[in-house]
């Protein structure tokens, strides 16, 4: 049946959306899609061929075909239409959903382009803030292989690319910089929180004074100093 691949493509990224990380891509399924597309193409050409005729010695090839004609010819034409349009908007369709959760993966401050263990790789800050994980594949969705990260190479550049993009907005004036891009939505409901660090980082500079990180030393401070630390993976709240 035509399209049925992709419309098993389409099934994938529907559930893609509500897995915790990115799977890896469907190398196989997509070349099943691209090569029925390919078939389609072929046909539509066989069928086309005995009403193609040039015109004298040009190489300009004019069809002869008259849908009123030859109805059944007609029918299996735009049978053939429609199945590579809807092979070709699935397609899409699941590659622009992939963009979509690496995109989110960078505004939260992950990084995909990393090897993953379940959740993102956090980043410190917004310029390395990168993207998260994989979709699982045709098989096994959700589960990361490996431990490795999920994207192919250019998603990989997409990644990089968009994080560069969103770093240099962030950069461009003065505005940007009093404003955490990538921060959440949500106003805080505490102006001071209890946060542990869980890893060795140095001394850090607040507005309140410097704090040194120190695997499990613990700290009451503002919130908005210790933002980015919290999503970069050097802090947890506690409580």
Same mark, same amino acid.
């Given at each position: ?53 040039s015109s004298g010695g040009s190489q ?39 963009v979509g959760r690496i995109e989110e993966?960078?505004? $939260? =401050?992950?990084?995909?382009? /990393?090897?993953?263990? %379940?959740?993102?790789? &956090? #980043? ?98 503002? $919130? =908005?100093?210790?933002?980015? /630390?919290?999503?970069? %993976?050097?802090?947890? &709240? #506690?409580?």
């Amino acid at each position: 049946m035509h399209a049925q691949t992709a419309h098993t493509l389409t099934l994938h990224a529907k559930r893609l959306l509500s897995l915790p990380t990115l799977p890896p891509y469907p190398s196989d399924l997509i070349r099943s899609i691209l090569l029925e597309i390919r078939n389609l193409d072929r046909d539509v050409a066989a069928l086309l061929a005995p009403y193609a005729h040039s015109s004298g010695g040009s190489q300009d090839v004019r069809s002869t075909f008259n849908p009123g004609e030859d109805p059944a010819t007609a029918c299996a034409l735009l049978v053939d239409h429609l199945s590579m349009r809807r092979d070709k908007r699935c397609l899409m369709a699941y590659h622009r959903v992939r963009v979509g959760r690496i995109e989110e993966a960078i505004w $939260r =401050g992950e990084d995909p382009t /990393l090897p993953s263990s %379940g959740g993102g790789s &956090r #980043v410190r800050g917004m310029g390395d803030a990168a993207l998260s994980p994989r979709v699982s594949g045709v098989e096994d969705e959700g589960e990361s292989q490996g431990g490795g990260n999920n994207l192919t190479p250019e998603e990989t550049l997409y990644a990089q690319s968009y994080s560069t993009l969103l770093t240099s907005l962030k950069n461009r004036d003065e505005l940007y910089e009093l404003v955490d891009l990538t921060g959440s939505l949500e106003p805080p409901r505490d102006l001071f929180i209890d946060v542990r660090c869980v890893r060795e980082g140095g001394e850090v500079t607040t507005e309140y004074g410097s704090i040194r990180l120190s695997e499990g030393s613990q700290f009451w401070v503002r $919130r =908005g100093d210790v933002e980015g /630390l919290i999503r970069g %993976g050097w802090l947890v &709240r #506690v409580g």
